[in-house]
Every structure is written in structure tokens, then in C-alpha cells.
């Protein structure tokens, strides 16, 4: 190149990055994208999420990052970058509606750029923000409110100017992994709910969630006859008692005192009177699930104390019936016939006897729970229950299951009807035939919240269904998906609830069923307000983690008993949302001795500042707080109680009136 050329050149260069000869302008794409994380798919360079070329609005782009809200990606500047610049935008392969992201830029927990709501063919809108001095970039892409489904975002033309070496992608903040709440104290606590539904004449079963030093002294006061005490370990067996309340007093007592409590049994047509609680084999094991894992996680329900703050079922998901020969190779040993030639549905090799396994559970106190499909196959390619509801369900009755989740998967293919009622039908023909099962059978709706199924899950008789698709894969949109719930409280109270998926903590796998459980991608914070929001919307609260890797912090989680009586408060009531400023907002949920739970929640990824303001949300102008978490005292406060909390974070309060 000739000397007066390569002059041109570079001066041409400099100008393209729009500054002096001394900055580079390093692409987005040039960093660590392993890094980024995203709600689906993986972030694609020049590309869209898709694969295919990057278009935003009808206008193509050589260069950039395609990626899927929600995304997030941490960059460390050190000072020595200048500028961010680039045209972001949906990307025009997107295909639905639907699609709609909101990106935004923060640099040391400072906003820097919003783009507000963007959809599917709006213009791509330019960036370029000033970093200089900065340390550190966040660039974030989130769903803008209506769930993630398509919604497919660029980065396009995303280049940093650096004054002096390279943006380097590194790992979000880590937080560390604090324990809040004290232990529990060795004098005995009765925890869990106050009530349970059984309908009369069916076998009864409730293992007396406390905690306390053992051994233990259990008796009860007002037994009905027909069912009878194990006085050491605090299980009420029998029969269930004619129709009607049945007010009882239960005591623990050990060498450090006693404790009592009243405990209604209302036997009568409604179960699952306050939210279901326990584990499901899902999000740990899939189908890897056998009879043994089954067996352990029951024994660690108990061992762990997670039965004494008031889990109760413990629940085999897809995967333990057999498989389509011929699909999926992973499923290989589980292959084989579906059914005996009486049509009865056979269990694979790893479930040697269905009634063994659920005396074992039962045992111990607990219930258990069993999975299918109304259509031929299950999600997983296993055994459906298509034109054999009556004999299944029959056969889960016989074998002892206290709970089924009956999941759509491939009944599409066979459904007839039109509308809502195409969705019903199947859900209804399984509802009437559980009832008339001679036990008691709750009934788990999953069909992903298709035709509004909180408004008819009840009347099919449903006792919970599942709102939206799979929580795994889109966790890191947890506060969204709260707050979708939250919308939807008028279809939830006792014997029928929402039920938003199951708390991924601890060690999960991820939703792809790929490999073993590893420690949960959400920061500690974050799974702190994950068992918030659940308590707070009284959501069904089923654990899905590996039961054998449970650790302190993981259990201090999912164990506090006042936030257990949050969620399983006798009234059923799930919070209200109040839309707070930014990504703020409270749950203020009403609880049966008139005090209040209130959620304050910072969904930024930057520090906030919270306020519960006792006069918007119709209270007395003085409450005395306490901090749930921590199960301390606060005292009393005059208007309102404000908090600073971190990014992504939240604490709950519950509040009582004071003078
Ligand atoms: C669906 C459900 C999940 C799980 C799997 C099993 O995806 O939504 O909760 O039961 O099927 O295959």
C-alpha cells in the first residue's frame, strides 16, 4: 500500500469510529458471548438468534448480536472505554406479534439508555452512550411485561469504543449466599397449615409439620373417631370423619415446652383447602427418576426438616411409566409395552411395585403424587392415558397416589370439539373420574394456562393448574411471571390455584433435560424473592431440585415457617399487585388475623428504593412491622416503611395495626 494511501486509510478508519486515532472499536461480537445469558437459544454472531441475517424494521445488518430476552451480559471497562454505540431493534424473522422487548443499557447501577417497548417492524432505534469513566456495562434485554415467547432481539452494529484496551464479558456480580433466617429454636413449633379438606369415608393422612427438638410428644385433642395418633412422630391416620368441621387441638411437647395449635379438618367435597406443598422429580432428574430416588427424597423430606415446615407430597413426574420404542434413544431402558393385556398401564424397570413405593411414602407420613397425559404420550414420549382415564386413574387410586398431574403434551392430536371446550374435555373426564375414586385424589392441571384455564380449571374439577409453560425455561424472568400471577387472583382461593411452576433452587437441571443438577443460576437475592413471590401469591409450593444436595442456605430458603404461614394462610388470598416506580412493586396479601403480608420487590438490576406506604394501601396510619425473613421486629411505623434494596431482590414484612 502506497504511504499517502495507507495515511487515508486510517484516517478513514478513525472516522468510521468517529474518534481520534487512538481509539478502537472493538464488536460485541468479539467478546466472551458464552457469558450472556438468554431466555432461549444461544447468542448468535452477525446473526439473528435464528440463524438467519440480522434485520430490524426492513433494514438488514452485516454485524451485531442476535439474541433472546430476557438477556443479560456484564462487561468490565475499567475506565478505558469511551462510547457504546448500536441500532437495536426485534428482529424481522421474529414472526409473531408477540414479540416485544424492551432493551437498556446501566453502567455502575447507572441507567444509561431505555428504549422503551420496541415490537415486531419498529425502525431500529440508535444507541450511543457516553462511558467514559465507567467501569462497568450491563446490556440488558427484557420481555417488556407479556412473557418471552418470540421475542427475538438484536444488537446490531453493537461495538464499544475503548480509549485503551478491550471490554472484557465477565460474570454477573456475585452476592453472597447469606443466611437470614435464625434456626428454629428447640422448644417444639406446629407449622403448616390450620385447615385440610378430606372427603368422609376416604383414608386420611397428615404428618404434623413441627419443628424442635426430638424425640417428640404429640397428642391431640377432639380426635374424631376412625382416625388415630402416632404420638412419637406426630402422624394422624384413619378415616376421614362424616361431613363437616372437625376443630382440633394438636400439642407437641419436649423437654423444652409445648406448643399447640387448632387444626380443622373439613371433610366435606373440597381437597387442597390452603396450597399443595412438597416435591416433584422434574427439574432434577428427569428421566433418570427411579423407585430409589423416589424412596431417598421422601426420607430426606423428613430428614431434612422440610416435612416439619410443612411439605407434604412427594411427586414422581414423565418419565416413570414406559416408553415408545423406537424414540427417543436416550429413553432406550425405559422402552417396552405400554400396557398388560388387560389394558392395565405398566411401570418401566426402575418402578419395581407402584404400591410398595407409595406404602413407603405414606410411612413416613407423606403423600404421593404420579404424572400423566390425556393424550397418547406424555411430553417425554412416554405412556399416555388416552381412552384408559377410567383404568388408570383406578390404578393410581389402587396403588395409593394422593395426586396426579395430568399434562396435555400430545393430546392435541387427538382432541374434538371446538374452543374452550376442546380444552376441557379431557381435563373435565379425568375430574369426574378422580372424584369417584374411593381416595382422595388432588388434581394438578398442566396444559401451560391455555384458554384461560384459571377461569374454568375449578369447574372441571381442578384443584390447581398450572398458568404458563415451563418455569425452567424462563427463570430468569421470575418477577415477571409473579407478577403475571398476580393478575390472575381473582381465580384463586382455597381448593383451586394458580400454580406458576415449581421453585428452582438449590441443585436444578437446566428445562432442556440435559445432564445433571447444578447449583441454580440465580443469584442468592434472587432466590430469596423466587420463595417470596411464590409464598405471597399462595402458589402450590413444590421444590424441584436434586433432595441429596440440599445445603443450609437451600433449605433456610424453602423452610422459614413464617413465610410457610404466609402462603398456606387459611383465607387463600393472593397478593395484590402494586405497581411501584421503575421495575418496583408490592404484593400486599390479606391474611386470616387481619394483618397483612407485603412484598417489596426491586426487579432492576440496579439498587432501589422500595416503599410500602400504609395509607395507599387502605391502612391504619400506624403498623407494627415485622421482617419476615429475618423473624425480627422492626417496631411500629408511622405512614409507610421505605427499604433500599439491592438489584433484583426483596423482603417481605407482614404488619399488624397499631395504635
Ligand atoms: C411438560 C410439563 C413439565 C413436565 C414435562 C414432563 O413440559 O409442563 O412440567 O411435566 O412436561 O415431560
Request: net charge neutral; charged share 25%.
Amino acid at each position: 500500500m502506497r504511504p499517502t494511501f495507507y495515511l487515508a486509510w486510517c484516517l478513514g478508519l478513525g472516522w468510521w469510529a468517529g474518534l481520534g486515532n487512538a481509539s478502537e472499536s472493538v464488536p460485541l461480537g468479539s467478546l466472551d458471548l458464552s457469558l450472556m445469558r438468554q431466555g432461549w437459544g444461544r447468542p448468535r454472531i452477525d446473526r439473528a438468534v435464528t440463524g438467519k441475517p440480522l434485520a430490524i424494521g426492513g433494514r438488514r445488518f452485516d454485524h451485531g448480536v442476535g439474541t433472546h430476552a430476557r438477556s443479560t451480559l456484564w462487561v468490565r471497562l475499567d475506565g478505558r472505554a469511551e462510547r457504546f454505540q448500536a441500532m437495536v431493534g426485534v428482529d424481522d424473522a421474529a414472526g409473531n406479534r408477540r414479540a416485544s422487548v424492551r432493551f437498556r443499557l446501566y453502567a455502575d447501577d447507572e441507567k444509561l439508555f431505555d428504549s422503551g417497548r420496541m415490537t415486531l417492524g419498529d425502525p431500529p432505534k440508535p444507541v450511543d452512550v457516553d462511558l467514559s469513566g465507567r467501569r462497568s456495562l450491563l446490556l440488558l434485554v427484557t420481555d417488556a411485561g407479556d412473557g418471552i415467547d418470540f421475542d427475538h432481539a438484536n444488537w446490531a452494529e453493537a461495538r464499544f469504543i475503548m480509549a485503551e484496551g478491550r471490554p472484557v464479558a465477565v460474570k454477573a456480580p456475585e452476592e453472597p449466599r447469606v443466611i437470614l433466617t435464625p434456626k428454629p429454636g428447640p422448644a417444639p413449633r406446629i407449622n403448616g397449615p390450620t385447615v385440610s379438606g378430606c372427603r368422609p369415608g376416604h383414608p386420611f393422612l397428615y404428618r404434623i409439620p413441627t419443628t424442635g427438638e426430638r424425640p417428640m410428644r404429640f397428642s391431640v385433642e377432639g380426635l374424631p373417631p376412625g382416625l388415630q395418633l402416632d404420638a412419637e412422630n406426630g402422624i394422624l391416620s384413619g378415616v376421614a370423619p362424616p361431613r363437616g368441621d372437625h376443630v382440633l387441638t394438636l400439642r407437641a411437647a419436649n423437654r423444652h415446652g409445648e406448643a399447640r395449635r387448632r387444626f380443622t379438618i373439613r371433610s366435606g367435597d373440597l381437597l387442597a383447602l390452603t396450597p399443595p406443598m412438597g416435591w416433584n422429580h422434574w427439574y432434577a432428574h428427569y428421566n433418570r427418576i427411579t423407585d430409589a430416588m423416589v424412596r431417598e427424597a421422601a426420607d430426606l423430606m423428613v430428614r431434612t426438616g422440610m416435612a416439619d415446615a410443612g411439605y407434604q407430597y412427594v411427586n414422581i413426574d414423565d418419565c416413570w411409566m414406559r416408553a415408545r420404542p423406537g424414540g427417543n434413544p436416550a429413553n432406550r431402558d425405559r422402552e417396552g409395552s405400554f400396557r398388560d393385556a388387560s389394558g392395565r398401564l405398566l411401570p418401566n424397570r426402575y418402578f419395581p411395585d407402584m404400591k410398595a413405593l407409595t406404602d413407603h411414602i405414606h410411612a413416613l407420613g407423606l403423600k404421593a403424587g404420579i404424572y400423566t397425559s390425556p393424550g397418547p404420550y406424555t411430553c417425554a414420549g412416554f405412556a399416555g392415558s388416552y381412552q384408559h382415564e377410567e383404568q388408570d386413574a383406578a390404578t393410581f387410586a389402587e396403588w395409593g397416589f394422593d395426586f396426579l398431574k395430568y399434562d396435555w403434551c400430545s393430546y392435541g392430536r387427538v382432541a374434538t370439539g371446538e374452543g374452550r371446550e376442546r380444552l376441557m374435555k379431557p381435563y373435565r373426564l379425568m375430574g369426574d373420574i378422580l372424584r369417584r375414586q374411593p381416595r382422595d385424589i388432588v388434581f394438578n392441571l398442566c396444559q401451560y394456562g391455555m384458554g384461560n384455564v384459571w377461569e374454568w380449571g375449578a369447574r372441571v374439577g381442578g384443584h390447581s393448574w398450572r398458568t404458563g409453560g415451563d418455569l425452567g425455561f424462563e427463570l430468569d424472568n421470575l418477577f415477571e411471571v409473579a407478577k403475571r400471577n398476580a393478575r390472575l387472583r381473582q381465580w384463586h382461593g382455597p381448593g383451586h390455584w394458580n400454580d406458576p411452576d415449581y421453585i428452582q433452587i438449590g441443585y436444578v437441571g437446566n428445562a432442556r433435560q440435559t445432564g445433571e443438577p447444578r447449583p441454580c443460576p440465580l443469584s442468592p437475592n434472587e432466590q430469596y424473592a423466587f420463595m417470596s413471590l411464590w409464598c405471597l401469591l399462595a402458589a402450590p409450593l413444590f421444590y424441584s431440585g436434586d433432595m441429596t444436595r440440599l445445603d443450609e442456605f437451600t433449605l433456610n430458603i424453602l423452610c422459614n415457617p413464617e413465610l410457610i404461614e404466609v402462603d398456606q394462610d387459611p383465607l387463600g388470598r393472593c397478593g395484590r399487585l402494586v405497581e411501584g416506580p421503575g421495575e418496583t412493586f408490592l404484593l400486599v396479601k390479606e391474611l386470616a388475623d387481619g394483618s397483612r403480608a407485603i412484598g417489596l420487590f426491586n426487579a432492576d438490576e440496579v439498587p432501589a428504593t422500595v416503599r410500602a406506604d400504609w395509607r395507599a394501601l387502605g391502612l391504619g396510619p400506624k403498623q407494627r412491622v415485622r421482617d419476615l425473613w429475618r423473624q425480627q421486629e422492626l417496631g411500629v411505623f408511622a405512614d409507610g416503611y421505605t427499604a433500599r434494596l439491592p438489584r433484583r431482590s426483596g423482603m417481605v414484612l407482614r404488619v399488624w395495626e397499631a395504635r
